[in-house]
């Protein structure tokens, strides 16, 4: 994976993110603090503002430049937790100018646990975590396999949507959803859905990709 993987994949996912605003906003706006979708967006526009800053850059370097951006820029819970993977994610790969399916794979797990332990969150507690752990996990497995990209990028794409769909059923331990308990049953957790849109926009990116 190339550094020009990387931004077409954050150009990709804002483009899905903005397509789906009605839907994150009205689930936020149902258990969530009602500002994630505006977070959101506001770091992807920063980010696309960056392409020809982080072109030049390999990959570790653009991971550490986009996780500090992100910290600065995105508000509320999100900025420290979705900052965190990608500085993770970018010490993980200090050493490799272009990193393989394995590498990023591991990168992307250590960058997934970075938000565990900075969120102190886990499986089941209904936040992004639902959908990013499996998703992380299934990385990791797909790269040792070999599996080819397109049938990979099918198979994360439908568990991030099961995943994603899931959290309606579980009650919220941690967040503004918390305090809901039961009420926030039958509501899909805002972030776990920009979660699987994003997963889904990064995979398309990537099929599209020459490379």
Known sequence: MKTQDIVDALFAVQAAILANESQIESLDRAIGDGDHFINIRRGL???????????????????NRIGTKLLS?????????????????????AAQDTPDRRQFAAAFMAGVEAI???GKADLGEKTMLDVLIPAARQLVQFAEQELPLAEACALLSAEAEHNML???????????????????LGHVDPGSKTCEV????????????PS
């Open 45 to 63: 526009e920063v980010l696309a503002a960056m392409r020809d800053e982080l072109e030049p850059l390999p990959p570790a370097a653009a991971f």
């Open 73 to 93: 820029t995105i508000g509320g819970a999100s900025g420290p937790l979705i900052s965190s993977l990608f500085l993770a994610m970018g010490k993980s790969l």
């Open 166 to 184: 899931a959290t309606r059923d579980m009650i919220a331990s941690k967040g503004r959803a918390s305090f809901l308990g039961e009420r926030a």
């Open 116 to 118: 565990k332990v900075r």
């Open 198 to 209: 994003a997963i889904t926009a990064v995979c398309q990116s990537l099929l599209r990709s």
